[in-house]
């Protein structure tokens, strides 16, 4: 069984950086990691997955070019670094995985999820 704990979340000015963290936990051979968010109101949408085997990353096009998702593998710990934030950004962020993982990860796949962190942007 995995766990995941995310970390960073807070509250920034339109234009700032934030840097999020999940640690994980448990069995952690072939996992994917995701980052999603869900805004309030809206559904959960995927971000960036990166699979811990090769470190191959994928991210959606709404974040491409100013969100970089990476591992710190010795912390068994994930990172999503947000730049160029918006008040668009505000949204509960959660890590999520899947064992023996499908690429990139979608909401459907998430095997488990971490309780969430929020992001606030204000402008």
């Known amino acids: 069984q995995v766990q995941l704990v995310e970390s960073g979340g807070d509250s920034v000015q339109a234009g700032g950086s934030l840097r999020l963290s999940c640690t994980a936990s448990?069995?952690?051979?072939?996992?994917?990691i995701g980052w999603f968010r869900q805004p309030p109101g809206k559904e959960r949408e995927e971000l960036a997955t990166i699979y811990n085997e090769n470190g191959a990353t994928d991210y959606a096009d709404s974040v491409k070019g100013r969100f970089t998702i990476s591992q710190d593998n010795a912390k068994n710990t994930v990172h999503l670094q947000m730049n160029s934030l918006s008040p668009e950004d505000t949204a509960m962020y959660y890590c999520?995985?899947?064992?023996?993982?499908?690429?990139?990860?979608?909401?459907?796949?998430?095997?488990?999820w971490g309780q969430g962190t929020q992001v606030t942007v204000s402008s």
């Open positions: 448990g069995y952690l051979w072939r996992l994917c």
């Open positions: 999520g995985a899947r064992r023996f993982c499908t690429f990139p990860l979608m909401v459907r796949d998430v095997d488990v």
